[in-house]
Nanobody, 124 residues
Framework: QVQLVESGGGLVQAGGSLTLSCTHSGRGFSGNALGWFRQAPGKEREFVAAISYPGRSTALADSVKGRFTISRDNPKDILYLQMNNLKPEDTAVYYC?????????????????WGHGTQVTVSS
């Protein structure tokens, strides 16, 4: 089985930056499209960003366009989410996910493997 692990979450002031990372403890990310989702307390999990394999195509939610960047380091099997100009409404648990196929997707139902999440809190 594929096991994903997120890291890099924490507390940051509004306007600040934070970088999240995601890696694996199983077979790696070869051939898999990857994505980031987030879930705030009392709300449903929502799409944030996605990237194809090997990484030439990306997608971002409208709420984070111009502020967040998704990227991947395939030789090292690491997924990144660079978060700039953070806002209080970005506060949530962030999850990384891997898809069986190489094309990117924005629906959580299209992903097969998930991490346990990392908390991001943005203070005002």
């Amino acid at each position: 089985q594929v096991q994903l692990v997120e890291s890099g979450g924490g507390l940051v002031q509004a306007g600040g930056s934070l970088t999240l990372s995601c890696t694996h403890s199983g077979r790696g990310f070869s051939g898999n499209a990857l994505g980031w989702f987030r879930q705030a307390p009392g709300k449903e999990r929502e799409f944030v960003a996605a990237i194809s394999y090997p990484g030439r195509s990306t997608a971002l939610a409208d709420s984070v366009k111009g502020r967040f960047t998704i990227s991947r380091d395939n030789p090292k099997d690491i997924l990144y989410l660079q978060m700039n100009n953070l806002k209080p409404e970005d506060t949530a648990v962030y999850y990384c996910a891997a898809r069986q196929y190489s094309t990117r997707a924005t629906n959580e139902q299209e992903y097969d493997y998930w991490g346990h999440g990392t908390q991001v809190t943005v203070s005002s």
